[in-house]
């Protein structure tokens, strides 16, 4: 018994040693060397992407990923549809469609009546006074000689956007920056918080900013625009890509019914001696496919300069390409000018993805490519194919209205804008003479009902109850800013728009032309295929969001789509 009980013993004994000597190996085991202390951090962080690409491509009409489809080359467009995964049927939730309201709604998942931001221009109802969306008197130009070109920030934009809730997301360590030729196309998408957002200055062909950001451009900015880049595409002319009379999806070459020149030159067509044109001029590149290439040359810069990409967390980059919108407005959507522009933009993104594989990895990056806006036929373009349309003039129309009021009422310019399709109106006279807004509205709205064109003029504060299209209700109620915005709204017959040139195109109205936008993610976290149920411009932030595994902006009211996410 006694021989049994020191075996036990004896065994016991052994076990705890050999339990010690585990404990101890397991504990030196975890104990982690400080110099690999971070590769830990990172192993053990939130699953993400290295860099998160947004691409918003200004005017770009849905169809335009499907019209040129079969000349686009196979790592462009092509490679987004065929590696991401395509919403199909995304459209705007709001009206006016255009561009500062467009980029706010993709970054914010939000509408005009939460962001304020209800128009490139606005009038502020409390003031009368005209404000443009980026306009901040309090900062001033870095990059380039005082000027009003510099003075912009995000302040009007009242939510956050994406981008912010990353950078607050990761305590401020994500890099994000954001790119335009136009200000507002840079600015908007990189929120609040941005570390940097750049635009183009047409004088002297500079990217620069503002001080709301920073004090002093930073040097690799200071090497780019060094390299006076505009003016060496510039001096190269606008060659067609291909041979003209294979350009079989747009209208013959010179089409001066439906298609606006360049300032210098004969006739709408290619080639562009804008190498003769240019002087005096850089903005010109604005209008061309070399503006693509430009912002495409910066965005590059911006990633090799900052090390986007390339740290222990998450960065942003919000690029605009702005080019497409200045072609689209000057010769329209059926053009060889049009058709040109976007297969130069498919080479361009060919190779930024190329790019992007080479400096981070395929497959450790996120893009998504959508637009701010489509763009709708030529009026004369449609009649001329026995297709319904026509062109309305905003400013006739005003004209005409405050002559009407006037006899009434006796008080000159009682409606200050008809900017966005909204009447906005003179408050500060309307108070002064005692004037009652019911009875104004009803008359304008009667007057408005006459008018070529109208289809319906809603009282804002009466869209709910308006005997109007469910869509129309909820696209007139979204976008409707208390302080910024007109106190009724227009509503144009399909194929009309308020034209400012018999030639080319715009847009601004709730038609699929103008609201049924591309919207393509690729990359990290991303599946292959798509989607052909609706989805909404505020979904994009949403899932972006969601992809991050961070916060939605603070005013989103869009949902994620489950579908393009893995």
């Not at 020191?6 to 404990?23: E, Y």
Request: charged share 20%; aromatic share 10%; with cysteine.
């Amino acid at each position: 018994m006694k021989i049994k009980y020191l075996l036990l013993t004896s065994l016991a004994f052994a076990a705890l040693n050999v339990s010690a000597q585990t404990k101890k190996k397991k504990t030196t085991e975890n104990v982690i060397p400080a110099k690999t202390a971070a590769e830990a951090v990172q192993n053990t962080s939130v699953p993400r992407p290295k860099l998160v690409v947004g691409i918003v491509v200004d005017q770009m009409r849905w169809d335009y990923l499907y019209r040129y489809y079969d000349r686009y080359q196979n790592n462009g467009f092509k490679r987004l549809l065929n590696e991401g995964f395509s919403c199909e049927n995304t459209l705007i939730d709001y009206i006016p469609t255009v561009t500062a309201a467009g980029h706010t709604c993709i970054y914010t998942g939000s509408v005009p009546a939460l962001t304020g931001i209800a128009g490139n221009d606005f009038i502020v109802q409390a003031t009368g006074q005209s404000l443009y969306c980026t306009r901040d008197t309090s900062v001033k130009a870095v990059g380039s000689p005082p000027a009003l070109e510099g003075q912009n920030s995000p302040r009007n934009l009242l939510t956050s956007t994406v981008t912010d809730e990353l950078r607050l997301a990761t305590n401020f360590r994500s890099k994000v920056i954001g790119i335009a030729l136009k200000d507002r196309g840079g600015i908007l998408p990189a929120g609040h918080t941005a570390n940097a957002a750049y635009w183009f200055e047409d004088k002297t062909g500079n990217w620069i900013t503002s001080t709301y950001y920073m004090n002093d451009l930073p040097q690799w900015v200071k090497d780019f625009n060094d390299q006076k880049m505009p003016e060496t595409y510039l001096k190269q002319d606008w060659i067609p890509a291909y041979p003209i009379d294979s350009y079989l999806q747009s209208t013959p070459d010179i089409s001066p019914r439906y298609e606006g020149k360049f300032k210098g030159t004969d006739t709408p067509s290619l080639p562009v001696k804008t190498s003769a044109l240019y002087k005096n001029n850089l903005g010109l590149i604005r209008s061309t496919p070399y503006g693509n290439t430009l912002t495409l040359d910066m965005a590059i810069a911006a990633i090799n300069g900052e090390k986007l990409g390339q740290g222990d967390a998450t960065d942003f980059l919000a690029v605009s390409f702005s080019s497409p919108d200045y072609v689209g407005h000057q010769f329209g959507p059926n053009s060889v000018e049009i058709e040109d522009t976007y297969l130069k933009l498919d080479r361009d993104f060919a190779t930024f993805f190329t790019y992007l594989d080479a400096k981070l990895g395929k497959g450790n990056y996120t893009v998504f490519l959508t637009a701010d806006h489509g763009a709708a036929h030529n009026p004369t373009f449609l009649n001329d194919h026995n297709i319904p349309a026509g062109m309305w003039n905003g400013a006739t129309v005003k004209s005409d209205l405050n002559k009407m009021l006037l006899s009434k009422y006796k008080v000159e310019n009682l409606v200050l804008s008809l900017g966005n399709y909204q009447v906005n109106f003179n408050y500060k006279d309307i108070r002064y003479a005692k004037l009652d807004e019911e009875a104004l509205k009803k008359d304008c709205i009667e007057f408005l009902m006459q008018q070529a064109g109208v289809a319906y003029a809603v009282d804002m504060a009466k869209a709910q109850t308006a005997n109007i299209p469910e869509d129309l209700r909820t696209r007139i109620i979204n976008g409707y800013s208390v302080e910024h915005s007109g106190t009724i709204q227009i509503i144009l017959k399909p194929g009309w728009y308020d034209a400012y040139s018999k030639t080319g195109t715009t847009h601004g109205t709730w038609n699929p032309y103008d609201a049924h936008i591309p919207l393509v993610f690729m990359g990290w976290g991303i599946p292959h295929g798509h989607l052909n149920r609706e989805t909404h411009m505020t979904d994009i932030a949403a899932t972006v969001a969601a992809l991050l595994h961070i916060q939605a902006p603070n005013g989103c009211i869009g949902k994620p789509i489950a579908e393009a996410l893995k």
